[in-house]
């Protein structure tokens, strides 16, 4: 098991082909797959999606790209529902009909029995938590997709909604107020699916409302000066409303019903009618796109998160208009690029970003927000192939070298450095560890970064080139830093590594003088005013680490309680102290790590496999009870096809032979020498338990648990059977 485990690829940016080229040489046309994606997973839907999305919107081959999307999600929906995720579901379905553009939706429903299906149980879901919100969005669904009886039936439990919104609203008999609650529920659902029926009757309801607030605006009471104000306020919702539709003729003929003299509804009604009637540039879509593109300050202060979907879709749907009508603009292909971003459709969204930059070069903001995407491509690619990561560095290097001839004085962030250090991350966790080496070097003869020397350290130490070692983390401790925080973080890390560098070579007092300068810079972060409860919980469980090495037990277990407190569903605050304390023999409180890892539904089901053959492990050699939640899950466990060979292995039903030989690759095989090893091991076979131990180092898996764990039992000659304090040096250990 890695022991930088990652979580699961996200659902958009996981798209992982190569096919980047420079983008002095980029072509503005774009291309996408003929037949429909074969679909299996998450990933397979990102990948297919982005390509999808880079379709036009008369390409032959869309239909059946978005049959086969659809279908994946639909089956995918009642997974989720029949497991009880109908957040998750509800999400699903959300992605499933952002496979219709506006426009498309607009034109007539597309019949789909099955996704109707799947949105009646989210509805009935909802409904029975009296949700209205998503089952508004579910009935939506099914009126738009589903067939005439379903329609009808959808039509008339969306009127029951809204007659039970509107009984229960807080301000019910207040004529003004009323309808508050019920316009908040129908604009959230308006926001991500626009579909004619909902435009519709989100649009009536603003204009009713107009009206209504006309008739109270002639007091000079405070309700009358509320009203005045709503009404002023129509036609900006409306505008809104029917952009976020893509229906340009549809706002321009609201704002005309509200029959108002307002000049912002007068202004608004020329801006959209200019950009309908673009001819000659997209100029006037695109002024039109910036009245509604929320800056970075309004997206973290300001917009609820239903405010920034529909302003994004409005922008989106007008980016998307200029780029078709005037595909040589580059302004157009940078808008779209970013709306895509904000989407999550990184491939998508990189077509378009250099689709402008090659059109027109000197724009900074773009290249630089290209190369935040570039970063972000590679390493979600990472996530899947090492291989497919080390083939995109050559793109890479062409395109960061030609942002340096553009822009000597303004260095494009992140580079080439950071490029490579996401490789090497990921040639280090496959074991490829010579590549990851040499790798590194390069980038630090380029420039060093305090990422690099600290892999460099880890892979000199483990590979015990203990001088090397040491020189990568001196140097890593004179490095410059622009924040006092980044400083002292990296200074804790340094003086960690030369800690164990010490401790290796018998110098137990410079060891220890390290580990409390150290202490001292850890107190100082966790101290720190304003510290996220991400980092504040990293940082408590290296100085739960640091106090166990200092041989204080007590407030090492309290510190990784801690953690787990202030973020109870990180991997690596189960996940790092488990490795620490099963390591060095203390069952009890390895114990207590793990009960609260079973208990928690937010980890993966493979995770807590692991946790439990190493509790059972330790407790099998220490003469302890064997924990029955630990013996039980193993013995039950169903998951992925590997772990479950490991369960099986655990129990006697499959034998070594059987493992290794259905090892797939070098991380499976350094897992079956190792849990072999701690079975020969631990029933008198030491010679036998040692010399798979040795294999598991021979992998070069570095990045995983289980090659810590052997490096340090070999490094002992010891397999604990008692507490072994992290400071020993011999093999005594503590009865």
């Given at each position: 098991?890695?022991?930088?485990?990652?979580?699961?690829?996200?659902?958009?940016?996981?798209?992982?082909?190569?096919?980047?080229?420079?983008?002095?040489?980029?072509?503005?046309?774009?291309?996408?797959?003929?037949?429909?994606?074969?679909?299996?997973?998450?990933?397979?839907?990102?990948?297919?999606?982005?390509?999808?999305?880079?379709?036009?919107?008369?390409?032959?081959?869309?239909?059946?790209?978005?049959?086969?999307?659809a279908r994946y999600l639909v089956r995918y929906i009642?997974?989720?529902?029949?497991?009880?995720?109908?957040?998750?579901?509800?999400?699903?379905?959300?992605?499933?009909?952002?496979?219709?553009?506006?426009?498309?939706?607009?034109?007539?429903?597309?019949?789909?029995?099955?996704?109707?299906?799947?949105?009646?149980?989210?509805?009935?879901?909802?409904?029975?938590?009296?949700?209205?919100?998503?089952?508004?969005?579910?009935?939506?669904?099914?009126?738009?997709?589903?067939?005439?009886?379903?329609?009808?039936?959808?039509?008339?439990?969306?009127?029951?909604?809204?007659?039970?919104?509107?009984?229960?609203?807080?301000?019910?008999?207040?004529?003004?107020?009323?309808?508050?609650e019920l316009q908040e529920a129908m604009y959230e659902?308006?926001?991500?699916?626009?579909?004619?029926?909902?435009?519709?009757?989100?649009?009536?309801?603003?204009?009713?409302?107009?009206?209504?607030?006309?008739?109270?605006?002639?007091?000079?009471?405070?309700?009358?000066?509320?009203?005045?104000?709503?009404?002023?306020?129509?036609?900006?919702?409306?505008?809104?409303?029917?952009?976020?539709?893509?229906?340009?003729?549809?706002?321009?003929?609201?704002?005309?019903?509200?029959?108002?003299?307002?000049?912002?509804?007068?202004?608004?009604?020329?801006?959209?009618?200019?950009?309908?009637?673009?001819?000659?540039?997209?100029?006037?879509?695109?002024?039109?796109?910036?009245?509604?593109?929320?800056?970075?300050?309004?997206?973290?202060?300001?917009?609820?998160?239903?405010?920034?979907?529909?302003?994004?879709?409005?922008?989106?749907?007008?980016?998307?208009?200029?780029?078709?009508?005037?595909?040589?603009?580059?302004?157009?292909?940078?808008?779209?690029?970013?709306?895509?971003?904000?989407?999550?459709?990184?491939?998508?969204?990189?077509?378009?970003?250099?689709?402008?930059?090659?059109?027109?070069?000197?724009?900074?903001?773009?290249?630089?927000?290209?190369?935040?995407?570039?970063?972000?491509?590679?390493?979600?690619?990472?996530?899947?192939?090492?291989?497919?990561?080390?083939?995109?560095?050559?793109?890479?290097?062409?395109?960061?070298?030609?942002?340096?001839?553009?822009?000597?004085?303004?260095?494009?962030?992140?580079?080439?450095?950071?490029?490579?250090?996401?490789?090497?991350?990921?040639?280090?966790?496959?074991?490829?560890?010579?590549?990851?080496?040499?790798?590194?070097?390069?980038?630090?003869?380029?420039?060093?970064?305090?990422?690099?020397?600290?892999?460099?350290?880890?892979?000199?130490?483990?590979?015990?080139?203990?001088?090397?070692?040491?020189?990568?983390?001196?140097?890593?401790?004179?490095?410059?830093?622009?924040?006092?925080?980044?400083?002292?973080?990296?200074?804790?890390?340094?003086?960690?590594?030369?800690?164990?560098?010490?401790?290796?070579?018998?110098?137990?007092?410079?060891?220890?003088?390290?580990?409390?300068?150290?202490?001292?810079?850890?107190?100082?972060?966790?101290?720190?005013?304003?510290?996220?409860?991400?980092?504040?919980?990293?940082?408590?469980?290296?100085?739960?680490?640091?106090?166990?090495?200092?041989?204080?037990?007590?407030?090492?277990?309290?510190?990784?309680?801690?953690?787990?407190?202030?973020?109870?569903?990180?991997?690596?605050?189960?996940?790092?102290?488990?490795?620490?304390?099963?390591?060095?023999?203390?069952?009890?409180?390895?114990?207590?790590?793990?009960?609260?890892?079973?208990?928690?539904?937010?980890?993966?089901?493979?995770?807590?496999?692991?946790?439990?053959?190493?509790?059972?492990?330790?407790?099998?050699?220490?003469?302890?009870?064997?924990?029955?939640?630990?013996?039980?899950?193993?013995?039950?466990?169903?998951?992925?096809?590997?772990?479950?060979?490991?369960?099986?292995?655990?129990?006697?039903?499959?034998?070594?032979?059987?493992?290794?030989?259905?090892?797939?690759?070098?991380?499976?095989?350094?897992?079956?020498?190792?849990?072999?090893?701690?079975?020969?091991?631990?029933?008198?076979?030491?010679?036998?338990?040692?010399?798979?131990?040795?294999?598991?180092?021979?992998?070069?898996?570095?990045?995983?648990?289980?090659?810590?764990?052997?490096?340090?039992?070999?490094?002992?000659?010891?397999?604990?059977?008692?507490?072994?304090?992290?400071?020993?040096?011999?093999?005594?250990?503590?009865?």
């Amino acid at each position: 098991m890695l022991a930088r485990s990652t979580a699961i690829a996200l659902l958009l940016v996981a798209a992982a082909t190569v096919d980047l080229g420079c983008a002095r040489a980029h072509k503005l046309e774009t291309r996408a797959p003929v037949a429909p994606p074969t679909i299996r997973d998450l990933d397979d839907f990102a990948l297919a999606l982005n390509d999808f999305t880079l379709m036009a919107d008369d390409d032959p081959s869309r239909p059946g790209f978005r049959e086969a999307l659809a279908r994946y999600l639909v089956r995918y929906i009642n997974e989720r529902v029949a497991a009880d995720e109908h957040q998750e579901a509800l999400t699903a379905l959300q992605f499933a009909t952002a496979l219709y553009t506006p426009g498309e939706l607009r034109r007539g429903p597309d019949r789909d029995p099955e996704l109707a299906a799947v949105a009646h149980k989210i509805y009935l879901a909802a409904a029975r938590r009296g949700n209205e919100q998503p089952a508004l969005f579910a009935l939506a669904v099914e009126q738009q997709f589903g067939d005439d009886k379903t329609r009808a039936r959808a039509i008339a439990q969306w009127q029951e909604i809204e007659d039970w919104v509107l009984r229960n609203a807080h301000y019910a008999d207040q004529p003004l107020l009323r309808h508050e609650e019920l316009q908040e529920a129908m604009y959230e659902t308006a926001a991500v699916f626009p579909a004619p029926f909902v435009v519709k009757r989100l649009s009536d309801l603003y204009l009713a409302r107009h009206e209504a607030a006309v008739r109270l605006s002639d007091s000079s009471s405070a309700l009358g000066m509320e009203a005045r104000r709503r009404a002023e306020f129509s036609s900006y919702l409306l505008a809104r409303l029917y952009l976020r539709a893509d229906d340009l003729p549809g706002a321009i003929r609201a704002l005309g019903e509200l029959r108002s003299d307002d000049v912002v509804a007068r202004r608004g009604g020329e801006l959209i009618q200019e950009a309908l009637d673009a001819q000659e540039s997209a100029v006037p879509l695109l002024v039109l796109a910036e009245q509604f593109k929320p800056d970075a300050e309004e997206e973290a202060n300001v917009y609820a998160a239903s405010q920034l979907a529909e302003s994004w879709g409005i922008v989106e749907n007008l980016a998307r208009r200029a780029v078709r009508k005037f595909p040589k603009d580059a302004d157009a292909h940078l808008l779209y690029a970013r709306s895509l971003r904000q989407s999550g459709l990184i491939k998508a969204s990189i077509v378009h970003f250099e689709a402008a930059i090659a059109l027109r070069e000197d724009t900074f903001d773009a290249w630089r927000e290209l190369a935040e995407l570039k970063q972000t491509r590679l390493e979600r690619v990472s996530d899947r192939s090492a291989e497919q990561a080390l083939a995109m560095l050559a793109d890479l290097e062409k395109f960061h070298a030609r942002a340096v001839e553009l822009w000597r004085d303004r260095p494009i962030r992140p580079g080439m450095p950071e490029a490579n250090f996401t490789v090497s991350l990921v040639l280090y966790n496959a074991g490829k560890i010579d590549k990851s080496r040499a790798l590194l070097q390069k980038s630090l003869a380029a420039e060093p970064m305090p990422e690099t020397l600290d892999l460099l350290a880890t892979i000199e130490q483990k590979s015990n080139h203990l001088d090397r070692a040491e020189q990568h983390l001196q140097a890593l401790l004179g490095l410059p830093f622009e924040h006092q925080l980044l400083r002292l973080r990296w200074e804790t890390r340094a003086r960690t590594g030369l800690a164990e560098l010490a401790l290796a070579r018998g110098d137990r007092k410079e060891s220890e003088r390290q580990l409390h300068t150290a202490l001292r810079e850890l107190n100082t972060i966790i101290a720190f005013p304003g510290l996220s409860d991400e980092i504040r919980s990293a940082r408590l469980v290296e100085r739960g680490k640091l106090l166990f090495r200092l041989g204080d037990v007590e407030q090492c277990v309290a510190d990784f309680r801690q953690a787990r407190g202030l973020t109870p569903n990180d991997t690596a605050v189960y996940a790092e102290p488990m490795l620490f304390i099963v390591s060095h023999g203390y069952y009890r409180e390895a114990l207590e790590i793990y009960k609260a890892a079973l208990a928690n539904d937010a980890l993966r089901e493979s995770l807590k496999l692991y946790f439990s053959l190493w509790i059972n492990e330790l407790a099998l050699r220490q003469g302890q009870d064997v924990d029955a939640d630990a013996l039980e899950f193993v013995h039950s466990f169903k998951g992925d096809s590997w772990p479950r060979k490991l369960a099986l292995h655990a129990q006697g039903k499959v034998t070594f032979d059987q493992l290794i030989n259905d090892a797939d690759d070098p991380g499976e095989q350094a897992e079956a020498y190792f849990y072999e090893g701690l079975r020969r091991w631990r029933t008198g076979n030491v010679q036998g338990g040692k010399e798979m131990m040795q294999k598991v180092i021979s992998t070069e898996m570095m990045g995983f648990f289980e090659y810590d764990m052997a490096r340090s039992y070999l490094a002992w000659d010891d397999l604990p059977t008692h507490e072994r304090p992290a400071a020993s040096t011999s093999s005594a250990q503590r009865k």
